[in-house]
């Protein structure tokens, strides 16, 4: 982002939005000049009761001063209810269409996005800065436009009346004016530094909630709460910095603008003394003045909300400027109709991480899973075998090599239909804070409650589910908190099962489970393996055994691969590696 951008940029980055509300801006900006039109006319009745009426005793002419003055009450009450509310609904909607437009996009950024940012940031982008934007639409662009207005036409009448005059009260335009400008860059910078503090606090209340267990487990609580304040204090001192700049600056503006009207009544007084002005065109220019000051002072006033906001915007529309290295491909290849899973073969692929790009994470990694075939793959830790499923699933592109299904390279596919061939199922699973039901449909939301009765029975979670308290309906809370691991794991399973992918992805899909209920989901799945293509991470020897065949990865590197027999008689690190990791079983 470009911290040095004018603030005509953020304004311009906000037309596409504002003109699809153009009407509804025109009604609301019309209203704003009939109302300090109407404004501008009550001086006029002013100076025609102070000049005419009050020096010549008329009631009829007393009558009708005074109900010109109602009708321009009335025109700037009128004024005053469609400018609010037309401002207000433009905010409304331009604010909702950006959120919208944001999030869409943030939603459609590729992995590596998310590893460089913090949740907790994007999160504040979408909530406080926007926040802030809303307010300067709804409020301060209003009342900056009406104080342009009111300064606009306060100065035109204050010539019209005594031009002499004039020259003192513009002068003091022009030299606070200036000084407005000035303070507005002191202002904007403030606002992107204390924005910037808001989101940084608001990421780390993410994630210290996000790992509640790990701070409370640690007795961490005082450390967090620490960091927390030191944030805070942060965003204090920049605060205090900016008040005391703003205090600075309206506190001299002031000064100007009544000293001003000082010496216009001390020159203004002579004139009237001397029979060259009436009282009523001086009273008359003094109420054009205090117009003319109201008007410039409401723009001070939020010149600093507006500097604040175009911060605020332009760190909300840096998100949009952010681009996916991962994208639909300009002339996509459709996938053939699937009738017994799909072939998936990997060849001569090497991928290095964007944060890590010094280290491979894969190197020329060569095989092929047939179709309707199942494929265990095996490793130490941080082998690479997570990464063979995020590359599968196109999360990240390789360096080097492809990844073909059916025949078809994955970068020649629409990534939507790519991964609607694909089920996942993981060992870290992600459940939404919604009913069971919901979270099961959540791959397909046309599916009938009968559908998803007869997924989960096949995941063995239709019993434990109809003993929850309302069932299938039941709220399970922020990411499955209310669920065990073990039932958290087969609702998932139940939702990639309701979906029927010709692919399926399981990263130790049963690692939750205890003996029993791995051995049902185990039964359940090995049914769809019968003609689906399946490649599984796995971690116990059951699992290993009903595979085809057997991938080895070590460092990145697939070692060999084979039938577990065949590997435990002539590989010693996957014999080591079994006896490990299968030795319980």
Known sequence: MDNKKPTIGTIRQLWP???????RLFLALFASMVGVAAMLGV??????????TLSMPDTSALGQTLALFLIFVGLMA??????????KMVGEYVVMAIRQKVFAHVLGLDAKFFEEQRIGDVSSRLTSDIAV?????????????????????GMALMVWTSSHLSVVILAVVAIVMVLAVIFGQVVRRYGRQMQSQVSDAAAQIT?????????QSYGQQPQENDKFAATLDKQLQIARKYNKARGLFFAFATSCIFGAVAVVLWFGGQDVVAETMTTGHLAAFLMYSLITALGIGSLIEVFSSLQTAAGATERLFSLLDAKSTITDPKNPKVLPKSGNGRSIVFNDLTFAYPNSPE?????????????GEMVAIVGMSGAGKSTIFQLIMRFFDPQQGSISIDGIDIRSLRLNELRQNIGIVSQDVFLFAGNVLDNIRYGKPEASDEEVFEAAKLAQAHDFIEQLPQGYNTIIGERGVRLSGGQRQRLAIARTILCRPPVLLLDEA???????????????LAELHSNRTTITIAHRLSTVKTAKHILLIDDGKLIVQGSHSQLMKS????KKLATLQFISE
């Open 17 to 23: 939005f504002l003109q699809a509300h153009r009407k």
């Open 133 to 153: 934007m809303q307010h300067a639409l709804e409020a301060s662009l209003p009342i900056a436009l009406r104080g342009l207005l009111q300064m606009l036409g």
């Open 359 to 371: 280290k491979n994470a894969l190197t020329n990694i060569n095989f092929k899973v047939d179709n």
């Open 207 to 215: 994630e210290s909630l996000q790992g509640i267990k790990v701070v």
């Open 571 to 574: 590989n010693p690190l996957y």
């Open 78 to 87: 009128a004024a005053t209810y469609f400018r609010v509310v037309h401002f």
């Open 510 to 524: 049963t690692s939750h489970l205890d003996a029993a209920s791995e051995q049902a989901v185990q039964k359940a």
């Open 43 to 52: 001086v006029q009745t002013v100076r025609l009761l102070v000049d005419n």
